[in-house]
Structure formats: C-alpha cells, structure tokens
C-alpha cells in the first residue's frame, strides 16, 4: 500500500469516525475482503476474524441498551435487537459512512450482486467495530454503535420493521383491502449454485413490493418488507 492509500484510510478514521487510530493496518484489515488476499499474495490478513469479534460487541452493546431503556418481554427485545442489527440495517449504515470506496476486494467480487455487496458491506461495518474495540476500547466501540446504529431504533418501532415482515403484511393488507398477498417469482438469474431471485408481492391485482435473494424465501421476505413500507405510508 503506498504512501497516498494509507493516508486515505487515515483520512477516513479522523473525518468519519472522529479519531486517529494507533494501528491504522486494523481499519485496512477491517475493510479487506477475503478474495482480495486470495488475489494478492503479499495481503495475509481479512477482517472474518474482526468481524466474528465486532459483531459479539454489536449484540452486546444492543441488549445493554435495549435492556436499560425498555421493560419489554425477552421475545419483544430479541425481535427490536435482530431489527437493529440485521444485514440491511447495517449495511446501510456502511453505506452513509461512505467507506465502501476503501473496502479491497477481489476483482471478481467489485462486479458481483447488489445483495453480495450488501453482505460484504455489513460484514465490514461488525469488522470496523472490532477495529475500534480493538484500538480504542470498549467506550469508543460503544459510542460508534449507538451513533450509527441505536439512533435508528425509534425509526424501526415507528415502522414496525421489527416484525415479521410476511405476518405483518398480511395483517396490514387484511385490514386495509381484506385481501391475503400472494407471492410472485418474476426473475431467476444466476448459476442453480447462485441463484438470485426476484419475487414480487401482490395484493389483489395490485403489486404492492418487489425483493431479491439467494433463495425465494429470503425474495418473499424482502418484497413483503417493501409491502409493508406501501402501507405504513398510508398513515402518514
């Protein structure tokens, strides 16, 4: 890595994240990709390892604050922290950091599925918090999560995004249009080893939400998640 690279992540930690890291290398190990050192021999470290570390500190940091501000049944909790730490969720959380231009992959990987890239991109966000946690310690670990992640609790009671998604729609769309969605492939692409579907959800005649997965329930899942979004938008 040269001199001009270094000093982009470095750039990233002060501007983003609002501090210098001792050890820069666990920020870059935190944004490499498994294919990356698979491709360039000289790279033996990638951030499964940060990951595994960052994502007990996520879970961690998420029931202390759950536990601390609401007296919810163990079942309620459980369901608002796997909202608050699913995929998407943090992805998209990756996403607004904007760290995604220094995440090294391999060169197969830059051009695979939008839903691969959102995996990788979660997966670096868990490897980033075992990044700070390593570097920093546990407060600063803290700090970052309730940042970018805990703000968005209220976010996801207001929508009920922590529910089932496929339960929650049928109820929505019985209630609005007493009608049962029906679920709808309308794409396959891929090797039958990786498969990405495209299912949409309809209500009556009507579709109401589009998603994609590696398998037709994860589809369901996410064009029921879209469904839902339709009619919540009604209330406002």
Known sequence: MNKDQLE???????????????????????????????????????????????????????SDFLYRNYEEPEGIMTSWRAALVRTESIGDAGKELGYEPLVRLSRGEKHGSDRAHEVILADCFEAVIGAIYLDQGYEEAKKFIEKHILSK????????????????????????????????????????????????????????GTGTGHSKQEAQTSAAREGVKYYKSLEK
């Open 8 to 62: 982009q992540y470095q750039n990233f930690a002060k501007e983003k994240l609002g501090f210098e890291f001792n050890n820069i290398n666990l920020l870059i190990t935190a944004l490499t990709h498994r294919s990356y050192v698979n491709e360039h021999k000289s790279v033996n470290a990638h951030n499964e390892r940060l990951e595994f570390l960052g994502d007990a500190v996520l879970e961690l940091v998420s």
């Open 153 to 208: 609790i209220d976010q996801i009671l207001a929508e009920g995004s922590w529910r089932d998604p496929k339960s929650y729609l049928q109820e929505l769309a019985q209630k609005i249009d007493s009608i049962t969605p029906t679920y709808r492939v309308m794409k396959e692409e891929g090797p039958d080893h990786d498969k990405t579907f495209t299912v949409g959800v309809y209500v009556g005649p009507h579709l109401r």
